[in-house]
């Protein structure tokens, strides 16, 4: 094993066996935060009317042992009829090479007041279920290494899993023709997510976004920001993309208190009902040399017509945002 594999292996058994005491785990990120909005703020569900059907899927370092694989598989619709919005959301995250899996279900409402002839406020609820479980037998303790050779030998444990965990999140989001802003609240009660016989919270997690839509002829510009904290975790993605015809280019910077994180580049299309966008982070941290960079790809089928946006430009906006 190399010095680069162990320093990893080590560093997941330090989060493993932190875990049922001392967890403070981050929820997983993505890169698109439009590929499904509703993750970022549960305001944003139904808000472009139409049915729409989203999958999310990003595979963090895998040239690094323990990747981090995120799924998101999301549908949600707007009710005009009652100034609503409802949706459902899976999520399936996997780290440590699937040592350790959260499966989350969750469930959406929003609605919408109209303060002006342009703008609207709107409000959102989350609430989920989650079950953690953790793979033991795939964790490389002290003892199982050969100072000597680095070689590993033997095995420990088994799966340990959490029972289904409650959870409640929500948000609120005001927006115009061209420009919107949100605030949402994570885990709010802050769970218990213990694999054992302890006590481990999962953090609060707070995220800030905001965004503009400017058209220089016949490019739409879209600059953005998203700003999230989480118990010791804080970061934040600037980010500006650009459409023009079918197709949209984009960059962004994440820096993860206290240091960069990464460069992320992406590329859009939409074309009728279809709208998909692959994405590519390029570590600039420290970790670069192990922890090369992430893929991120997203689909997104939009069933249907908004039922009407004429007078909300915003909609039309958001659906063709990455």
């Given at each position: 094993?190399?010095?680069t594999?162990?320093?990893?292996?080590i560093?997941?058994?330090?989060?493993?066996?932190?875990?049922?005491?001392?967890?403070?785990?981050?929820?997983?990120?993505?890169?698109?935060?439009?590929?499904?909005?509703?993750?970022?703020?549960?305001?944003?569900?139904?808000?472009?009317?139409?049915?729409?059907?989203?999958?999310?899927?990003?595979?963090?370092w895998?040239?690094?042992?323990?990747?981090?694989?995120?799924?998101?598989?999301?549908?949600?619709?707007?009710?005009?009829?009652?100034?609503?919005?409802?949706?459902?959301?899976?999520?399936?995250?996997?780290?440590?090479?699937?040592?350790l899996?959260?499966?989350?279900?969750?469930?959406?409402?929003?609605?919408?007041?109209?303060?002006?002839?342009?703008?609207?406020?709107?409000?959102?609820?989350?609430?989920?279920?989650?079950?953690?479980?953790?793979?033991?037998?795939?964790?490389?303790?002290?003892?199982?290494?050969?100072?000597?050779?680095?070689?590993?030998?033997?095995?420990?444990?088994?799966?340990?899993?959490?029972?289904?965990?409650?959870?409640?999140?929500?948000?609120?989001?005001?927006?115009?023709?061209?420009?919107?802003?949100?605030?949402?609240?994570?885990?709010?009660?802050?769970?218990?997510?213990?694999?054992v016989?302890?006590?481990?919270?999962?953090?609060?997690?707070?995220?800030?976004?905001?965004?503009?839509?400017?058209?220089?002829?016949?490019?739409?510009?879209?600059?953005?920001?998203?700003?999230?904290?989480?118990?010791?975790?804080?970061?934040?993605?600037?980010g500006?993309?650009?459409?023009?015809?079918?197709?949209t280019?984009?960059?962004?910077?994440?820096?993860?208190?206290?240091?960069?994180?990464?460069?992320?580049?992406?590329?859009?299309?939409?074309?009728?009902?279809?709208?998909?966008?692959?994405?590519?982070?390029?570590?600039?941290s420290?970790?670069?040399?192990?922890?090369?960079?992430?893929?991120?790809?997203?689909?997104?089928?939009?069933?249907?017509?908004?039922?009407?946006?004429?007078?909300?430009?915003?909609?039309?906006?958001?659906?063709?945002?990455?």
């Amino acid at each position: 094993m190399n010095p680069t594999m162990k320093a990893f292996r080590i560093i997941q058994l330090v989060l493993f066996m932190g875990l049922p005491v001392l967890s403070e785990a981050q929820d997983p990120e993505f890169t698109q935060t439009m590929g499904t909005p509703s993750y970022f703020n549960p305001a944003f569900c139904g808000i472009q009317q139409n049915l729409r059907v989203g999958l999310q899927y990003r595979d963090q370092w895998p040239n690094a042992p323990g990747s981090i694989i995120s799924i998101a598989a999301s549908a949600d619709m707007g009710i005009p009829s009652i100034n609503s919005g409802v949706g459902l959301m899976y999520m399936n995250d996997q780290a440590a090479d699937a040592d350790l899996t959260t499966n989350t279900i969750n469930a959406y409402y929003a609605y919408e007041v109209k303060l002006g002839p342009r703008s609207y406020l709107r409000f959102g609820i989350n609430p989920s279920i989650f079950q953690r479980s953790v793979n033991s037998g795939q964790l490389v303790y002290g003892n199982q290494i050969n100072p000597q050779t680095g070689v590993i030998q033997g095995s420990n444990g088994g799966t340990v899993s959490t029972a289904f965990i409650p959870n409640m999140s929500a948000g609120a989001l005001f927006y115009n023709n061209n420009f919107y802003a949100g605030l949402a609240a994570y885990n709010i009660f802050e769970p218990n997510e213990s694999l054992v016989n302890g006590y481990a919270t999962l953090p609060r997690k707070f995220v800030v976004q905001a965004g503009y839509y400017l058209s220089l002829g016949q490019i739409m510009f879209n600059p953005y920001v998203l700003a999230m904290d989480q118990g010791t975790f804080r970061q934040v993605l600037p980010g500006v993309n650009a459409t023009l015809g079918l197709f949209t280019l984009g960059a962004s910077f994440r820096q993860t208190d206290p240091n960069a994180d990464a460069v992320n580049f992406l590329i859009g299309f939409a074309k009728g009902i279809f709208k998909v966008c692959y994405s590519y982070d390029l570590t600039v941290s420290d970790a670069r040399a192990a922890a090369t960079g992430s893929h991120e790809l997203s689909l997104v089928v939009q069933l249907n017509k908004p039922c009407d946006t004429s007078d909300k430009p915003m909609i039309g906006h958001l659906r063709n945002s990455y």
